[in-house]
Nanobody, 129 residues
Framework: QVQLVESGGGLVQTGGSLRLSCAAS????????MGWFRQTPGKAREAVAA????????YYADSVKGRFTIARANAKNTVNLQMNSLKPEDTAVYYC??????????????????????WGQGTQVTVSS
């Protein structure tokens, strides 16, 4: 069974940086896309960034464009999210997710929560002002 292990969350001051990593493992599977979503109390989970695995097509929420970068890592089935110029409004639980069904990972699909098949436990990111 596919599992996701997230790492890299923590506490940082405004303007600082953090890098989140997510590794998918378990069984035989192919990755079609990986993404990061975030959620704060009382709000719906929102897509932050995602990447199509073979095409390299990326999606970024408007609120993070120019500050966050998603990329495949050298390790197999691992994705990194580099977060720079962090703001207090970036404070949230960040969830990694993966699509393992054969789909064409276009930009519209990448941002849709329901398209993802497996989710991580979440990692807290707190940005202090």
């Amino acid at each position: 069974q596919v599992q996701l292990v997230e790492s890299g969350g923590g506490l940082v001051q405004t303007g600082g940086s953090l890098r989140l990593s997510c590794a998918a493992s378990g069984g035989t599977f192919s990755v079609y896309a990986m993404g990061w979503f975030r959620q704060t109390p009382g709000k719906a989970r929102e897509a932050v960034a995602a990447i199509g695995w073979s095409s390299g097509i990326t999606y970024y929420a408007d609120s993070v464009k120019g500050r966050f970068t998603i990329a495949r890592a050298n390790a197999k089935n691992t994705v990194n999210l580099q977060m720079n110029s962090l703001k207090p409004e970036d404070t949230a639980v960040y969830y990694c997710a993966v699509i393992i069904r054969p789909v064409v990972a276009t930009t519209p699909i990448l941002s849709v929560e329901q398209e993802y098949d497996v989710w991580g436990q979440g990692t807290q990111v707190t940005v202090s002002s």
